[in-house]
């Protein structure tokens, strides 16, 4: 089983941005957490991180060729990116959207989600375990889909 992690605009500065709602971890002590995790359940894992759009969406269209299923933390782009949306969309590809914090007790413009109806899941608010959360849902996920 072939998985993609996408992490979107400034969860390279986790860890030292705003610690009282992203916590203290940084994106590299969750993803040695998830890799771990992904490999006792036998699953191959790719880890990006952009802080551009066009980028983060030229990663979700190469999905298409080399991954099952994805997390995806677009973080800010989760409000507002339908070019985000409709690549998703495009490769039609299982995927659970995961955020650090709970985006539906935030700000007004944080609790929308573009993404969120194609997502098989959303997980929010459990900071970097909610990536451990998504990994073993979409394990579970994949595998009752294959039968």
Known sequence: MR????NGPNLNLLGQRE????????LGDIEYLV????RELGAELDWQQTN????FVELVQGMAARADGALINAAA???TSLAIRD????VDIPFVEVHLSNIFAREPERRRSVLADLAVGVVAGFGGTGYLLALEALVRHLKARAG
């Open 3 to 6: 998985l993609t992690v996408l």
């Open 19 to 26: 610690p009282e709602v992203y916590g203290t971890a940084t």
């Open 52 to 55: 551009d759009e066009g980028r």
């Open 87 to 90: 690549a998703l969309l495009a």
């Open 77 to 79: 782009f989760t409000h």
């Open 35 to 38: 890799r771990e995790r992904a």
